[in-house]
């Protein structure tokens, strides 16, 4: 009975909807760091913004086969949002929505050197060069796998010369026009696929105003059609491309590191930070959407483009930043988070045992400073000029905490919990982490974890999943792995119970349960 469980959550933690993002760097709430190198993530991903506004002439989009035979969503419009989908039909939890395959799919942008057959991270020592076209690859069999024509005929045809890459220490400039190549691709080898990518929004009128618009002009625009002789796209279709893969892109989490892929239908999915819909990918790369919780006939679906973990003004930032949109959904709107605290910060009052929350959350963050924070419980109000520092010093201390160390989050967690709701977002990410630290670091695993230490790992791993499902039930990748790290914690306490004759089988599987 206990393999069963571990296998179900095991299988739980692999639905993974999410992928690894860099984290928004704020001056007013501090860094909010990659915590610990070995967490492998569960963090979602860019997802198409969501005013997808296009001219009305082509906003007669059906929706494909891959939705269920019995429909269940259409696309709908309107001025604020774009193009959306909305319920034709109540929907039940559980309920595959939405299945479809990428239009295009490459290595991330910025990525070391990585098989364009399969993603996989590659070594001076295990790298082989394509026969062809000379990028590098794990074998020949990846040298002919129809995810890496794109750019080999593109060298081959285009270019002339084979692609020379060295250095597989860091990441490679010649990788962030990959996809971008393959986009181009297909305006030649699949017009209908092309028609379909152009359909998306790109939102090159926000991202004029971005560096890294400039940035992808160099990189990617000027370098595609001087190195690979592309004249005959101008340097603002490739623009444009570069456009359609930042505000579509999907990160998926199916290989080490991840890779990104766009998919049609499901960009025109509008936002949410509590959505009522969660993703998970085949093995293919295919992405599948589902409902976490019940949804009525005409009422809007969604998904989440940001990392649901991270605090509300951390969350709009990187929305604004990278989708080009404020975001005001329900949980952006309550201060509180749905009575969760997320964000808050304990009382400066010192006998208050109260804790201050923005009175404005939806301000930019140019304006975060002129904000008020006001306590639940005593109604003081306090300048963000006081309340930002603590949360910069607290960022500041985690940025720099030893990374894969157990004692240096329940550190952490001892001397920052005062300062903050136990349910912050800091305090959480490193509840996290300290979850499976606890039995990684023994020889023997969770046997050579101590009494405290077996009683702590479950109380953080119920901690969080109570937080979790209020929060964002749609992440399955962080329950699933907290699952799995509770029923082990569960299974070692019964075991040890049982050996001290404290427990019979019937109470060791009620432990179990």
């Known amino acids: 009975m206990c393999w069963c469980f571990l296998y179900l959550f095991m299988w739980l933690a692999e639905r993974s909807s999410v992928g690894d993002l860099p984290a928004p760097l704020s001056r007013h709430q501090g860094p909010v760091p990659d915590i610990l190198a070995h967490y492998s993530g569960y963090k979602m991903c860019a997802s198409p913004c969501d005013p997808h506004r296009i001219s009305r002439a082509s906003c007669d989009v059906k929706i494909n086969a891959r939705i269920p035979e019995v429909l269940m969503a259409k696309v709908a419009e309107n001025d604020t949002l774009g193009r959306h989908l909305i319920a034709t039909r109540d929907v039940k939890i559980g309920e595959v929505i939405l299945q479809e395959e990428p239009l295009v799919a490459g290595p991330s942008q910025v990525t070391p050197p990585v098989c364009l057959g399969c993603y996989r991270l590659l070594t001076q020592e295990c790298a082989s060069p394509c026969p062809d076209c000379g990028w590098p690859v794990c074998d020949e069999t990846c040298a002919r796998a129809s995810a890496h024509r794109a750019e080999c005929d593109i060298t081959k045809l285009k270019r002339g010369d084979k692609v020379t890459v060295r250095n597989f220490l860091q990441p490679h400039p010649i990788y962030q026009c990959v996809s971008a190549l393959r986009c181009l691709y297909l305006r030649e080898s699949n017009p209908a696929m092309w028609e379909r990518l152009q359909s998306l929004q790109s939102h090159c009128a926000g991202r004029k105003a971005t560096?890294?618009?400039?940035?992808?002009?160099?990189?990617?625009?000027?370098?595609?059609?001087?190195?690979?002789?592309?004249?005959?796209?101008?340097?603002?279709?490739?623009?444009?491309?570069?456009?359609?893969?930042?505000?579509?892109?999907?990160?998926?989490?199916?290989?080490?590191?991840?890779?990104?892929?766009?998919?049609?239908?499901?960009?025109?999915?509008?936002?949410?930070?509590?959505?009522?819909?969660?993703?998970?990918?085949?093995?293919?790369?295919?992405?599948?959407?589902?409902?976490?919780?019940?949804?009525?006939?005409?009422?809007?679906?969604?998904?989440?483009?940001?990392?649901?973990?991270?605090?509300?003004?951390?969350?709009?930032?990187?929305?604004?930043?990278?989708?080009?949109?404020?975001?005001?959904?329900?949980?952006?709107?309550?201060?509180?988070?749905?009575?969760?605290?997320?964000?808050?910060v304990h009382c400066l009052n010192k006998p208050c045992e109260g804790y201050l929350l923005p009175e404005d959350p939806l301000l930019a963050?140019?304006?975060?400073?002129?904000?008020?924070?006001?306590?639940?419980?005593?109604?003081?109000?306090?300048?963000?000029?006081?309340?930002?520092?603590?949360?910069?010093?607290?960022?500041?201390?985690l940025n720099g905490m030893?990374?894969?160390?157990?004692?240096?989050?329940?550190?952490?967690?001892?001397?920052?919990?005062?300062?903050?709701?136990?349910?912050?977002?800091?305090?959480?990410?490193?509840?996290?982490?300290?979850?499976?630290?606890?039995?990684?670091?023994?020889?023997?695993?969770?046997?050579?974890?101590?009494?405290?230490?077996?009683?702590?790992?479950?109380?953080?791993?119920r901690q969080v999943l109570a937080l979790v499902n209020t929060l964002v039930p749609a992440e399955h990748r962080v329950r699933g792995l907290l699952m799995f790290e509770l029923h082990a914690a569960l299974s070692e306490l019964g075991r040890r119970e049982s050996e001290r004759g404290r427990l019979d089988s019937m109470n060791l599987r009620d432990t179990l349960l």
């Open 402 to 461: 030893q990374k894969g160390d157990p004692e240096a989050c329940q550190r952490f967690l001892r001397q920052y919990t005062p300062q903050l709701h136990p349910n912050h977002y800091y305090l959480t990410d490193v509840r996290i982490a300290l979850a499976q630290l606890l039995g990684q670091n023994c020889d023997v695993g969770l046997q050579g974890v101590s009494d405290d230490d077996l009683t702590e790992k479950i109380s953080l791993c």
């Open 365 to 397: 963050e140019a304006e975060l400073e002129k904000t008020t924070w006001r306590c639940s419980r005593c109604l003081v109000s306090e300048s963000a000029t006081k309340v930002l520092p603590v949360l910069e010093r607290v960022g500041v201390a």
């Open 211 to 344: 560096p890294r618009y400039e940035e992808d002009r160099v990189t990617v625009a000027q370098f595609v059609r001087r190195f690979f002789n592309l004249q005959n796209f101008e340097e603002e279709e490739i623009l444009r491309i570069c456009g359609i893969l930042q505000v579509n892109g999907h990160e998926v989490p199916l290989t080490e590191p991840p890779h990104l892929a766009v998919y049609h239908e499901a960009s025109m999915m509008e936002h949410s930070c509590r959505p009522n819909c969660a993703k998970s990918f085949t093995p293919g790369g295919g992405l599948i959407i589902h409902a976490v919780e019940p949804v009525l006939k005409g009422q809007h679906l969604s998904i989440c483009y940001t990392d649901a973990l991270w605090g509300t003004a951390n969350r709009r930032h990187h929305l604004a930043e990278t989708k080009f949109f404020w975001c005001r959904c329900n949980r952006c709107t309550d201060p509180t988070e749905f009575g969760t605290y997320f964000s808050a």
